[in-house]
């Protein structure tokens, strides 16, 4: 189980493919003040994904040194943002944490930096309202600094150019804290859908099939998985066994759901893990479960939906053991090949079969 878990986490890093850029993205150069970054997010022209908190990585200390280094005029690595042009909407590919601790010093008057003893310990402790009263010398070399950042000016709605971008995000956030795909397509593919998966994420009887392994770093684990049943649910037919593209695909492709398209998706998970819940897993967590036998038995009851609600707990927990003692879902065929297009169809045939009773 150890080593099938380690080939999912690796899969959830991984991207399938290598785009050319576009001959329509260019790339500049510019300096920017902390200041004038702050009144860009302020006015909503630097998007930062809410969400992005569940991303913030660097702690107190962390925090308040990048301050310190800002005031000591150090120099700061590059940042990198994409900018649709057309809309004047400016997204960070690289530099969040950065950018996130600029925001927290100018907006936040409350915010105490750590008390450290490798900075200017005028500032040790010292919330930054009482920073910008007592030494504004020090709180306008903030706001004065000027960082480089590299912008990538292309248009969010061509499909070429958000896959380009997803490849650079994964590129550039390769080294440090990797970022997950998932955690990427947060930041590229803000829309409905994305704010719907993040919804359903919420369901308490989802969250409680996974028991102590939910939790609020997950690095959007679960968030993947029910784009994964979605995606499969609805294109299963079309899946040439490159995971990280076809994902890609369906998040572009709905990214602006219409909301009875939301409603009606809404209805199939809700009825999904309710009968997962109240069934199969018998309002416990499971012990233990993979990303694919989960994908497989949430595909598997949404397909027989209206059959399975008219049956007991035991004819549907029959299934579902059936489901894991059946070829496709053994721990050595399972690792092989993981995501490889005959594997997947297989297993999402088998779990459709399965739950419909037939033997």
């Known amino acids: 189980m150890e080593k099938l878990e380690k080939i999912e986490d690796d899969l959830l ?22 200041a004038d970054l702050y009144r860009m997010h302020k006015s909503g022209r630097l998007e930062i994904q809410p969400d992005y908190q569940r991303n913030i990585v660097w702690t107190e200390s962390d925090q308040t040194r990048f301050i310190d280094s800002l005031m000591k005029q ?27 601790t600029i925001i927290r010093f100018l907006s936040e008057d409350e915010w105490i930096l750590s008390k450290i003893s490798d900075i200017n310990q005028n500032i040790a402790g010292k919330k930054a309202s009482e920073i910008k009263t007592k030494y504004p010398e020090l709180y306008s070399l903030v706001e ?10 292309c248009d969010y709605t061509k499909k070429d150019h958000e896959e380009y971008i997803f490849m650079i995000f994964h590129r550039l956030n390769a080294g440090g804290l990797k970022l997950s795909n998932q955690e990427i397509r947060n930041a590229i593919y803000s829309g409905s859908l994305n704010d719907f998966l993040k919804e359903c994420d919420k369901n308490q009887k989802w969250k409680e099939l996974f028991g102590a392994k939910n939790n609020k770093r997950d690095r959007f684990k679960k968030v993947e998985l029910i784009l994964r ?28 759901l219409a909301k009875q398209e939301i409603e009606k998706k809404k209805e199939i998970f809700d009825a999904t893990i309710e009968l997962i819940y109240y069934k199969i897993s018998n309002k416990e967590s499971f012990p233990k479960i993979s990303n694919v036998v989960m994908e497989a038995l949430m595909f598997g009851v949404a397909k027989n939906i209206k059959i399975l609600k008219e049956q007991n707990k035991k004819t549907v927990k029959g299934y579902y053991n059936k489901l894991r003692q ?22 999402l045939n088998t779990a459709q079969k399965k739950f419909s009773g037939e033997k």
């Open 229 to 256: 049943f979605f995606s499969f649910i609805d294109n299963h037919n079309n899946y040439k066994g490159r995971l990280a593209s076809f994902l890609n695909d369906y998040m572009f492709e709905n990214r602006y």
């Open 326 to 347: 059946s070829t496709p879902f053994l721990e050595e065929n399972i690792r092989e090949g993981i995501s490889s297009k005959v594997k997947v169809i297989e297993r």
């Open 74 to 100: 150090l120099p700061i690595p590059s940042m990198c943002f994409s900018l649709d042009n057309k809309i004047q909407k400016w997204k960070i590919i690289d530099g969040l944490q950065r950018m996130y």
């Open 144 to 153: 004065n600094f000027t960082l480089p950042i590299t912008i990538l000016r």
């Open 13 to 34: 890093y991984q991207v399938d493919s290598e785009k050319i850029p576009p001959e329509d993205i260019f790339a500049f150069n510019e300096l920017r003040s902390c």
